[in-house]
């Protein structure tokens, strides 16, 4: 019997990652209520030699209407969307924007030092940029006597 490579292994955690989320939009989509509905923002991790990227679609939020809490390896963005109509007396046509509170936590796929964390946002898009952690060096055991 073949064993699975290390590529199509990397490629079923991906298939299971994307499964994940589909559900969790799908359960967010279909058990929101009335009045503070949640949703969850759209997430980019781009991953290079020495940092990561995270990028969050955040259109409609202030930077101060988020907040970031990190472990070395995951990062949690929540906060609320509210968008007021023009006047109180208003007939809705469509209504597709979502509103409400989110809370989204992704699994980084390396481990960062939040404290060098960079962080922009500009026009409803959050980035971060931060460091990985470099990997323990390790220390070969002395050499005992042959015997």
Not at 15 to 32: G, S
Not at 87 to 92: A, I, K, N, R, S
Request: glycine content about 8%.
């Amino acid at each position: 019997m073949r064993r699975g490579s290390g590529k199509s292994n990397e490629e079923m955690w991906k298939l299971a990652q994307r499964m994940n989320r589909l559900m969790e939009d799908w359960m967010h989509a279909r058990f929101r209520g009335s009045g503070d509905e949640g949703w969850v923002p759209a997430i980019d991790i781009i991953e290079c030699a020495a940092k990561l990227q995270i990028i969050a679609d955040l259109a409609g939020l202030k930077a101060d209407d988020v907040a970031v809490v990190w472990t070395t390896k995951t990062l949690t963005l929540s906060g609320t969307r509210t968008l007021q109509p023009l006047d109180q007396q208003v007939q809705v046509h469509q209504l597709e924007v979502a509103r409400g509170s989110f809370c989204r936590m992704v699994e980084l796929p390396a481990q960062v030092d939040p404290r060098t964390a960079k962080i922009f946002y500009h026009a409803g898009i959050l980035t971060i940029v931060v460091a990985k952690e470099k990997p323990a060096k390790k220390i070969a055991p002395p050499a005992g006597p042959t015997g």
